[in-house]
């Protein structure tokens, strides 16, 4: 390769600045801990539950329905056309024909019917996936969530980091982070504000749009 292919080749310098240095600020050392970040939206508007599409329910629903009318508009038609209606409905007029309204056979398939419909209405106007938790959205068309169960075992992680702690366990629910931990040496007290300390932290870089109350336990491990 001639020196011309050579100077030609070479690589440019670059002209990105060192971060911090284009607006004036110098960048933050590695040691310095992050600031915490409220559990906010962000200016994004309310951050909504995930809601489950719920499709088997819609499904098995759905199917039942269709082989019901489906069943009743072939016997209606039947009976139209001068047949004898099938055995399932005379003997379904007979029974309500003859049965009083507080028989419990009567009152039995009724509150069945009425414990059916409010489970499709509570299922139709309630989210649903609990176990996600919604994150706060880094950009307007972006939505994030985060499984309760990766939740409790991050926490866990770093709950087993506080010095004196021996065992932890952690459940997450959608409103609250419960946490009880097995010390085997130092003070009760002071590991649980360490445990208060870094928990709450973790908490708010779960990054989660609505902060989850935080509730600590420590006990001193079972004598054998």
Do not use: C
């Not at 939206?41 to 019901?68: C, K, Q, T």
């Amino acid at each position: 390769m001639s020196d011309e292919d050579a100077e030609r080749t070479r690589r440019l310098p670059t002209l990105d600045k060192p971060p911090g240095e284009a607006d004036g600020t110098t960048p933050p050392d590695a040691d310095t801990p992050a600031t915490d970040t409220p559990a906010t939206d962000d200016g994004h508007g309310r951050v909504r539950r995930f809601r489950s599409a719920r499709r088997v329910p819609a499904a098995l629903v759905a199917l039942v329905l269709l082989a019901a009318a489906g069943l009743l508009l072939y016997d209606v038609a039947a009976t139209r056309a001068h047949r004898p209606a099938m055995a399932w409905r005379r003997w379904l007029a007979r029974e309500l024909a003859t049965r009083h309204l507080d028989n419990p056979w009567v009152l039995g398939p009724a509150a069945f019917a009425v414990v059916l419909g409010i489970w499709l209405v509570v299922s139709a106007v309630t989210p649903g996936l609990r176990q996600v938790l919604p994150m706060r959205p880094a950009a307007p068309d972006i939505r994030a969530g985060l499984d309760r169960a990766a939740a409790a075992l991050v926490l866990r992680d770093r709950a087993m980091e506080v010095s004196g702690v021996q065992s932890v366990r952690v459940a997450v629910s959608r409103r609250k982070a419960t946490v009880r931990a097995v010390s085997h040496f130092r003070e009760l007290d002071e590991v649980r504000a360490d445990l208060d300390t870094s928990l709450g932290a973790g908490l708010r870089q779960l990054g989660l749009a609505h902060a989850l109350r935080l509730t600590v336990r420590v006990r001193r491990p079972k004598k054998r």
